[in-house]
């Protein structure tokens, strides 16, 4: 494989992450990561990347369920990316053989009334996921620092008391985030954010598609096209945020989207490595209760 050491006629998966995770953000620069980029795994070799995004699944399905088992470890993964750049048919193919017991995808789009009563946090930490689950946002609290800053006539609409409202307010944001991300991972939900990389170019030809095959006229909304002329205000927005929000308990993965089979592979490879540092094991059974299993076994055997 071009650009990349083999083992078993598999990548590195360690290094391959190590690319596109982001934990110090301080110097971070968008520009500095390629939408296209595919990690030198060309696109006839897209058999062999569907091999290794299916071993990933059966992966993270045999870790989901010592997760399950061992109830003490929860993780949240969230998901962010411009429109057509993938985040539901992500969801779909990397958590295909997870048991949907142990899953729950919560999606947050613009705020309700009942929403905007509350603080911008409010409706995301009432979908954290509880131990022994995987929670996914589709979407998040990040976009309070993105379409709100990008629209800030939104941020009017968020009843906030004017002093409070000052130049200052997306910094504070950010201080919060993190206070909240920390939060989660010193009480065992580990958190692990995905953005999802599109070229502007590649937007435009999956908005296309939308427009041109009648079964995916569904898809397309008039907003996303609106939403596009704001590109390079939501280019800064993203480089802002990961400047200040990733760091070693609550990376960013930076993962290029432009080719769909590359971008599963990466994400199913960053939720299994992170399930992999929880360190996962079995209950184990104490002999009060290896007593009790042996006095089912021979209650059953009786029968």
Known sequence: MEGEEQDGGTMKIERLLKRYRVEVGKQFRLKDYDPADTHGLKSELKPQARQLLAHGVEELSRLQEILAAQDRWGLLLILQAMDAAGKDGTIKHVMSGVNPQGV?????KAPSAEELDHDYLWRNMKCVPERGRIGIFNRSYYEEVLVVRVHPELLEKQKLPKPLVTKHIWQQ?????NAFERYLTRNGIAVLK???HVSRKEQKRRFMERLDQANKNWK?????????????AYQEAYEDLIRHTANAHSPWYVVPADNKWFTRLVVAAAVVHALEGMN????????????????????????
């Open 173 to 177: 944001r950010f201080e919060d985030i």
């Open 104 to 108: 729950q995808v919560s999606s947050f």
């Open 220 to 232: 397309f909304s008039t907003s996303d096209v609106k939403e596009r002329q704001y590109w390079d």
């Open 280 to 303: 996962l094991q079995y209950p184990k059974v104490d002999s009060e209760q290896k007593a009790e299993l042996e006095a089912a076994r021979q209650q059953l055997e009786k029968e």
């Open 194 to 196: 995905i953005f999802l």
